[in-house]
């Protein structure tokens, strides 16, 4: 759907969407338990699609007033490993984290599994999962647009990995890292002392904060040191309770909208303690001068005349290009964001469409070597691709908000990727935008 976006002036308060990254990561720490209650599971497509896939293998799954209930109806042991189908056949919607670690569970109920790669998932390069998963002696083989995973899951393999190979991205270590805990709940493995060594781990916060959402669950402990991790068994229950976590990606583009407030806009909810990656954007807003209030349950930005140009490294943080970038826009003088070789494998070009959209819309973005330099200015209007991305629709839709004249974005609906209230919740801010009638 083509949506007509208008210069808007954002005022307001909102609360932050939920985390798409907390409620996978608590679904997929589901499967060797009794039982888990999990509270305001967000709609997203992302998320959706992990809990599309737990109700195809054997677990009971009840929803009920806002609230996800999952037990585990199949115990898996030493020997039966890979026996509850002989194939398993399943989609992950266009979801990076899901594929990159289901890679590691699904071999727990069988020894061939294929998954079916939609839209911008057809495009991505995941070559890189037949190392890692021959670790623990699986096979991984992509034809076209389907990847297959074959082969009997070593459990004792575990044991005996010296050293990880470099990954691209930290999905594969928190994947292996849930794989190892539900091995050490189900009583396959004893973990305690259970040590592994990573040559590099890119995007260290997501990795913390799989940690993170392991403790709450109480299915494993994880020290890391350095680049070691170690760790030690969980907690069996009957019955946990976990509460998914507001976005900090996600409510980037409301802080985005927010620094031209013409008042005050109020962001709500969001953890100030939390291990996501995205919480960095705090660091931005504190150092570009804006009237800034920060306390436990809400963040204030009140009207700032001027804003002061940044440098900001995002190698651990690439998700956060799109909305720095609209902020950069907003700032005076030339601003960098540092760690461009991150946005390859993304569901866009991510670093050709910043610079390709930007530039048409009179917004000044270039790259040198593994830096993008942004230039303050307002945005011209015209229509503009958002390149089948959910962070490039959602950012350019704000760019276009603090700019002169409107923009028409060809495709709105890649926004339920993460962030499916997020016109609605604009529009409660101010922003002005009509669907264009095919």
């Given amino acids: 759907m083509k949506m007509l976006i208008e210069p808007s002036i954002f005022s307001g308060e909102i609360c932050a969407p939920l985390s798409k990254s907390s409620g996978q990561r608590y679904l997929l720490m589901c499967l060797s338990q009794e039982r888990v209650q999990i509270e305001d599971l967000g709609d997203d497509a992302d998320t959706q699609a992990v809990l599309a896939v737990l109700k195809q293998l054997p677990l009971e799954i009840e929803e009920k007033e806002g609230k996800v209930t999952i037990s585990s109806k199949w115990v898996v042991n030493k020997e039966n490993i890979g026996t509850w189908k002989d194939e398993i056949k399943m989609e992950v919607g266009e979801s990076g984290f899901a594929l990159r670690s289901l890679v590691f569970l699904l071999p727990l109920y069988s020894k061939r599994v294929e998954i079916r790669l939609q839209k911008s998932l057809k495009n991505r390069d995941f070559s890189e999962m037949q190392q890692l998963l ?65 040559n590099s781990i890119p995007s260290m916060p997501y990795v913390m904060q799989t940690m993170e959402h392991l403790k709450n669950t109480e299915l494993a402990f994880i020290e890391l040191r350095g680049k070691t991790f170690s760790f030690k068994n969980g907690i069996q229950k009957l019955e946990k309770k976990v509460k998914i976590e507001r976005d900090w990606s996600g409510a980037s583009f409301l802080f985005a909208a927010a620094v031209k407030t ?70 005076k003088g030339r601003s960098v964001l540092e760690g461009v ?22 917004i000044s973005v270039d790259i040198q070597d593994d830096l993008m330099l942004i230039i303050g200015g307002e945005s011209k209007g015209g229509l503009v691709e958002s390149y089948g991305d959910h962070r490039m629709a959602m950012a350019l839709s704000i760019l276009a908000a603090h700019g002169i004249k409107q923009i028409e974005l060809d495709s709105s609906e890649v926004i339920r990727k993460s962030y499916p209230d997020f016109f609605i919740h604009m529009q409660s801010l101010g922003m002005q935008y009509s669907e264009v009638k095919e």
Avoid: M
């Fill in 262 to 331: 013409n008042s005050e806009v109020v962001i709500r909810n969001l953890d100030l303690f939390s291990k996501q990656a995205d919480k960095k954007i705090l660091e931005v807003l504190q150092n570009i001068g804006l009237h800034l209030s920060i306390e436990l349950e809400k963040i204030t930005i009140r009207k700032t005349e001027k804003r002061s140009a940044f440098h900001v490294d995002l190698t651990d943080a690439p998700d956060l290009f799109p909305a720095l970038a609209v902020i950069a826009s907003t700032c």
């Fill in 134 to 198: 021959a670790l623990l002696d699986l096979q991984y083989e992509r034809k076209e647009d389907i990847i297959i995973i074959s082969g009997e899951l070593s459990w004792k393999k575990v044991f005996e990995i010296e050293t990880i190979p470099d990954v691209s991205s930290s999905q594969y270590v928190s994947g292996l890292l849930i794989l190892i805990a539900h091995l050490s709940q189900w009583g396959v493995i004893d973990i305690n002392n259970l040590v592994l060594n990573f």
């Fill in 341 to 362: 070789h991150r946005l390859k494998n993304k569901e866009s070009d991510r670093a050709f469409a910043i610079v390709e959209s930007f530039n048409k819309l009179g």
